[in-house]
């Protein structure tokens, strides 16, 4: 899916990517045309998810189709960013609590 027409004008190599924020009971999803080389926190900025959701840059976990990344990460074309939300509570706690409610019925 490599586009030689990118944002940057005529001639600049760009690739495809989408960049995903998953909600409770919702998808935000954003396909762009980036420059070779963007990095994963690029393609977020450039996604217009950070304002659009409230989320503050720095604070950002991000992940490549699931695989958690650093910020800096560079994209290659296809790939899907998603933006990770952090855990409501661990795991494993949340799983004996649930048990514990199940016992009780």
Do not use: C, W
């Not at 800096?72 to 855990?87: C, F, N, S, Y």
Request: proline share 4%.
């Amino acid at each position: 899916m490599r586009s030689r027409d990118g944002p940057k004008g005529a001639g600049t190599a760009s690739l495809r990517v989408e960049v995903v924020y998953a909600l409770a009971h919702a998808q935000d999803i954003v396909t762009l045309d980036v420059a070779e080389g963007s990095t994963a926190s690029q393609a977020v900025a450039a996604s217009g998810m950070p304002e659009r959701h409230g989320l503050a840059m720095s604070k950002l976990r991000l992940a490549v189709f699931g695989k958690t990344v650093a910020p800096g990460a560079r994209l290659r074309d296809g790939d899907r960013v998603e933006i990770l939300r952090t855990l409501m509570a661990e795991p494993n706690a949340a799983r004996r609590a649930r048990a514990r409610r199940s016992l009780r019925r």
